[in-house]
C-alpha cells in the first residue's frame, strides 16, 4: 500500500482526499432528480406519483393458491358433468396438453346459493361464501401454458418465457407507495419453486421496485421475518452516519462515471432498510391486535393459524400504505395440484385457506378498507374435468376462475363463462394480459401507457395485448 495513503481517515480528509465535496454531491443529486421527471427522484424512487386519471382502488392484496385450485370444485359448478360422470368428453380435448386424463370426473362437493346474489359456492368454502355478495367472479380467465413455471410467470408478469418485471413491481413502480418506511411491495411466503424470485422481481426496472418477501413457503409465517431488521451492534446515529458518508462518496463516483443503476439501486436498498428498522418490527408484532381478530383470521386453530396469520400481516401492510402485498398458500408438498386425491388435498388446503380469507375481507370492510384495497384470488390456471388417474385433475389453462372483491369491481357479479363441463372459457374471455389491464386501470393506470424503455423497446405488464374488462366495475 502507499505509504502517503493511512489506514484510517476521518471525514474531512476522506472527503478531500476523494475529491467527493459537497458541492459535486449536491449537483450529482440535483442532475439525478432533474433526469427522472416521473415523480421519483434519485434519493426517493419509491414517492408517491399521481396515477393516470382517477383510481377506484389504492392497493392490491393478491392472495395466491400455488398449484392450481379446480374451479369445478369450487366457484364454477357444472350440472352436466355432474351428471355425466365417467363418460367421454364429447369434444376434443386441447391440442397442447400437460398429460394425459380420461373419462369426466364429477366433482366431489355439493354446491349451495348464498346472499342475494345468489351465486353458487362450493362446500369446501363455507366462510367464503358468506362474503359472496363482495365478489366479482370472472369464470372465463385462460392462458397460453400449462406447465407451473410458465404459468406462474405470465400470472405474475406477463410472460411465461422472458425475465420481465411482477405485476406488483409494474404498480409499484407506476403509482410509488405511501409509506416511506416500508418496501412498495412485500410478498409473504412466496413459493421459490417454478420461476421463484421472478416472480416477485423487477427484472430490468430499477431495483427498488421488487418485492421484499416476508421467509417462503417453506418457513412457518410466525417465522417469517425480514432478515437483519435490527442491528444490535450498531446505534441509529452511527448507522445514519456512515449512510451518509457512503452516499457522499457514491455521489461523486456517479458525478464523474455518470448514471449507474445497479449502483443507485443499491443505495436505494440501503436507505430502505435504515428507514424499516423503524417500523417493519411493529408491522410483525401482532401483540396490539385483540383476541376477536386474532379468531376472526383462525389465529386459535393450529389448521387456520398458518396462513391466518399471512393475512392479517396483508392486512397491517396494506394500512400502512404498503402497495401491492401477496399471500402465498403453498407448502412442500402438494399445494393445490391435486394430480390424484383430489378430495383429500383440497378439503386439507380449503380447511386451511377459507376461514383466513374470510377474516381478511371482514376485517378489511370494517376497517372501511375494502373501498379501495382490490382484493384477488386465485392460482395460475385450473383443472380438467377429465380425470387423471382415478380420482386427480391435470393442469388447465383453458378456461377457470378468479374472484375480485372491492377497489372498484361489481359485487355480486358473475362474469364469463367456460363451457358446460368447464374445458374451455367460452363466453366473455378474459385473457390474463386482460386481467393485468383491468388491475392496473382499478388502480388508475394506463396499462399501455405505463412503459420501461429497456434494450430499445418500450416494455409494459401487458406486453402487446391485454383489453381492459369494464364489465366487472361498479
Not at 370 to 387: H, K, M, N
Not at 404 to 411: C, D, F, I, N, S
Request: glycine share 10%; hydrophobic share 40%; aromatic share 8%.
Amino acid at each position: 500500500m502507499n505509504h502517503l495513503w493511512p489506514r484510517v481517515w476521518n471525514r474531512r480528509q476522506m472527503l478531500r482526499n476523494t475529491a467527493a465535496g459537497f458541492g459535486s454531491v449536491a449537483l450529482a443529486a440535483l442532475l439525478a432528480e432533474q433526469s427522472r421527471g416521473d415523480g421519483a427522484t434519485a434519493s426517493n424512487p419509491l414517492a408517491p406519483k399521481a396515477p393516470h386519471f382517477a383510481p377506484k382502488a389504492k392497493r392490491i392484496i393478491f392472495l395466491f393458491m400455488k398449484g392450481g385450485p379446480s374451479h369445478l370444485d369450487t366457484f364454477d359448478p357444472k350440472p352436466m358433468l355432474q351428471r355425466d360422470d365417467g363418460k367421454p368428453l364429447p369434444f376434443a380435448k386441447p391440442r397442447v396438453q400437460f398429460a394425459e386424463t380420461g373419462a369426466l370426473l364429477a366433482s366431489p362437493w355439493k354446491f349451495r346459493r348464498y346472499g342475494e346474489s345468489g351465486i353458487a359456492v362450493s362446500e369446501l368454502f363455507p366462510n367464503v361464501a358468506q362474503h359472496v355478495d363482495d365478489l366479482c367472479l370472472i369464470h372465463s380467465l385462460h392462458g397460453t401454458n400449462a406447465a407451473h413455471g410458465g404459468a406462474l410467470l405470465m400470472l405474475h408478469t406477463g410472460s411465461d418465457t422472458f425475465v420481465r418485471p411482477s405485476m406488483g413491481s409494474w404498480i409499484t413502480y407506476g403509482l410509488g407507495t405511501e409509506n416511506q418506511n416500508l418496501p412498495g411491495f412485500v410478498t409473504i411466503c412466496p413459493t421459490l419453486a417454478h420461476g421463484g424470485v421472478r416472480n416477485w422481481g423487477s427484472a430490468f426496472l430499477p431495483a427498488a421496485y421488487q418485492g421484499t418477501p416476508l421467509g417462503n413457503a417453506s418457513v412457518p409465517s410466525d417465522q417469517a421475518q425480514v432478515r437483519y431488521i435490527k442491528n444490535d451492534r450498531l446505534t441509529t446515529e452511527v448507522q445514519r452516519t456512515q449512510l451518509d458518508l457512503l452516499a457522499e462518496l457514491n455521489g461523486d463516483h456517479l458525478d464523474v462515471s455518470g448514471p449507474d443503476q445497479a449502483l443507485e439501486a443499491r443505495l436505494d436498498s440501503f436507505e430502505l432498510a435504515f428507514r424499516m428498522q423503524t417500523e417493519m418490527p411493529e408491522v410483525q408484532n401482532l401483540a396490539g391486535e385483540s383476541r376477536a381478530t386474532m379468531q376472526l383470521y383462525g389465529m386459535d386453530d393450529p389448521v387456520t393459524a398458518d396462513f391466518g396469520r399471512q393475512c392479517l400481516l396483508a392486512r397491517r401492510l396494506a394500512e400502512r400504505g404498503v402497495r401491492f402485498v401477496q399471500v402465498t398458500h403453498s407448502d412442500t408438498n402438494v399445494q393445490w395440484d391435486q394430480h390424484s386425491d383430489l378430495k383429500g388435498g383440497h378439503e386439507k388446503n380449503a380447511r386451511e385457506v377459507d376461514r383466513p380469507i374470510a377474516g381478511l375481507l371482514s376485517d378489511l370492510k370494517a376497517r372501511g378498507l375494502l373501498d379501495d384495497t382490490l382484493v384477488l384470488w386465485g392460482g395460475e390456471f385450473g383443472r380438467t374435468p377429465t380425470a387423471q388417474g382415478k380420482n386427480g385433475r391435470d393442469h388447465n389453462p383453458e378456461g377457470f376462475t378468479m374472484w375480485l372483491a372491492g377497489g372498484g369491481v361489481k359485487p355480486g357479479y358473475r362474469h364469463g363463462a367456460t363451457d358446460d363441463y368447464g374445458y374451455y372459457a367460452v363466453e366473455d374471455k378474459v385473457h390474463i394480459h386482460d386481467l393485468h389491464a383491468t388491475l392496473l386501470h382499478l388502480l388508475g393506470l394506463n396499462h399501455e401507457a405505463l412503459t420501461y424503455r429497456y434494450a430499445g423497446r418500450d416494455f409494459r405488464l401487458t406486453d402487446v395485448a391485454g383489453r381492459v374488462v369494464t364489465e366487472v366495475m361498479g
